[in-house]
């Protein structure tokens, strides 16, 4: 995580750039377009220090008891310091139709977890992301009761700026919001979120106080 970034984020000038172009430089990688076709998806499996030991079918490591697997979770905000949310569509097969953060997912095998939030990013919500920062990892074990699902991940976090116009996937995202700090307090009070939301919010908020101030 850079030590000098502001924590006002209206410091941030427009030229602040990943080097992304979500139609030029974020590619989609082959591998989303079989999955899109619903051929199998890999996850890497990681051992209790996140190296990686192997891989995994997606939906059979989520199933009960799980195996540990590599994951990301993005948090990005817009110059007003508010965070960009989304709810998830309905028709995903995990925790569809609740809130969560801007983006989630799996790297796939030999993906580095940078690449593979950008991409995704991407593909969920039609922008990449201006600025875009490692912000630690967080292990977790979740059950979700809705689902009957686990979530045992070894989760890299990135916390950054979205500058562009959003454009969400409808495949993917059924609803966003820019919320501040008291609005997320309300929404949460209010709307149901993922399992996994409050353990990477709380695991990054080091790194997004850096990138949206102390409000947070």
Not at 103 to 132: N, Q, S
Not at 145 to 158: K, P, T, V
Request: proline share 8%.
């Amino acid at each position: 995580m850079p030590q000098s970034l502001p924590t006002d984020p209206t410091h941030f000038a427009a030229e602040i750039d990943t080097g992304l172009d979500v139609e030029t430089d974020v590619t989609v990688d082959p591998r989303a377009s079989a999955a899109a076709s619903g051929a199998e998806i890999l996850l890497e499996l990681v051992d209790d220090e996140g190296v990686t030991i192997g891989t995994a079918e997606k939906h059979w490591a989520h199933q009960q008891p799980g195996r540990l697997h590599r994951a990301f979770s993005v948090f990005l905000f817009d110059r007003q310091g508010r965070l960009l949310l989304q709810r998830r569509a309905l028709g995903k097969y995990h925790s569809p139709g609740v809130w969560s953060n801007t983006c989630c997912g799996h790297p796939y095998p030999d993906e580095p977890p940078f690449v593979a939030a950008a991409r995704r990013t991407a593909e969920e919500l039609g922008v990449a992301p201006a600025l875009l920062c490692e912000a630690g990892t967080v292990r977790y074990d979740l059950p979700d009761e809705a689902s009957g699902l686990i979530e045992r991940e070894w989760n890299h976090l990135f916390v950054g700026l979205v500058t562009a116009p959003v454009e969400p996937n409808p495949e993917e995202v059924d609803d966003f919001a820019f919320v501040t700090a008291q609005e997320l307090r309300e929404l949460r009070a209010d709307r149901p979120f993922s399992v996994w939301f409050e353990t990477v919010f709380e695991a990054a908020l080091p790194g997004i106080r850096e990138i949206a101030g102390r409000d947070w």
